[in-house]
């Protein structure tokens, strides 16, 4: 199985804006109608439904010429600052115990939450078909399986699926905790130490404040991708198509503003202008070529 490509990534219409500053705005629209299908009640409120683009700019690596991978000045500038800011912060925090990490991050956890108490949850199929709905952060994994549920057809809702993440991270709908690989030793019960918490909510799986999952059903027939998503029929006709995702490589191209940066060595079209790029200083020249 194959990676999929940037250009093969969803992009609404009207993208999820999110500030550092201020609360996520949910541009989706608001269909308040239900519908049902063999008796089954599905409402329709905060579901959007995107079919794939109609036209890709995607060029498999093969085809490409090797020139296209030889890294600029501008990459390894990017890259080398990167790598200094992380060895940098490495270096100078301040050593701590285990148990005053898992602290911290459970007070990241929870101020993430407190920020972000709505999340996006676009769910893909083979096909390009995207299903878009907002849950809480706190809901379950297993709530976003009763929505893809919901939406498929009446014959195959007794299919069982996976969502995943490429490229192998996958979401159980009913997850557990791994099981032990040796016998645990005999310890005192006021030694021992509880299991670690079952991770099956959405702010624990670090799918908040927006997130695209891919379906993969057991049966290898319903996910060819020339094959339609089994969807409702009402859903595959109020399905708007997506925009193509706008070629980097081409400078003719015009980049959307949510898509341009402010570093001035990088061009209009996305890609670094050659007459713009950084120097490189000698002594991080001489450090590159003897790597």
């Known amino acids: 199985m194959t990676n999929p490509s940037p250009s093969d990534l969803p992009v609404a219409n009207q993208p999820i804006v999110i500030d550092d500053d201020d609360v996520p705005q949910n541009q989706s629209t608001q269909n308040t109608a239900t519908q049902t ?23 498999p690596p093969s085809e490409l010429p ?16 990167a790598l200094s800011r992380r060895t940098a912060a490495l270096a100078h925090r301040p050593l701590q115990l285990a148990a005053q990490r898992e602290e911290e991050a459970k007070k990241r956890e929870k101020i993430k939450g407190e920020r972000w108490p709505r999340t996006v949850i676009r769910v893909r199929f083979s096909d390009r078909t995207v299903v878009q709905k907002e849950f809480a952060s706190g809901d379950k994994i297993g709530a976003v399986y009763d929505f893809v549920r919901s939406t498929l057809a009446e014959e195959y809702r007794s299919k069982t699926f996976t969502l995943y993440q490429p490229p192998n991270i996958r979401f159980p709908e009913h997850p557990t905790t791994a099981p032990a690989t040796k016998k645990p030793r005999s310890l005192n019960q006021f030694n021992a130490k509880p299991p670690p918490p079952v991770k099956e909510t959405l702010l624990d799986l670090q799918l908040v ?77 001489k450090g590159l070529m003897k790597k």
């Not at 299908?37 to 060029?59: C, D, H, K, L, R």
């Not at 027939?221 to 193509?244: G, Y």
């Not at 341009?260 to 000698?282: H, N, R």
């Open 37 to 59: 299908n063999g008796g089954v009640g599905i409402e329709m409120n905060n579901i959007q439904v995107f079919g794939a683009p109609q036209e890709s700019t995607y060029i």
């Open 66 to 81: 090797e020139s296209y991978f030889a890294p600029t000045t501008n990459d390894l500038t990017l890259a080398q600052t």
């Open 209 to 285: 404040p927006q997130s695209l999952l891919m379906v993969r059903f057991d049966e290898d027939e319903l996910n060819r991708s020339d094959r339609q998503a089994p969807l409702l029929p009402h859903l595959i006709q109020a399905a708007t198509p997506l925009p193509a995702a706008p070629d980097f490589d081409n400078p003719q191209t015009p980049v959307p503003p949510q898509l341009k940066t402010t570093d001035p060595s990088v061009g209009e079209s996305g890609k670094p202008d050659a007459g713009k790029e950084k120097k490189i200083p000698k002594w991080l020249q």
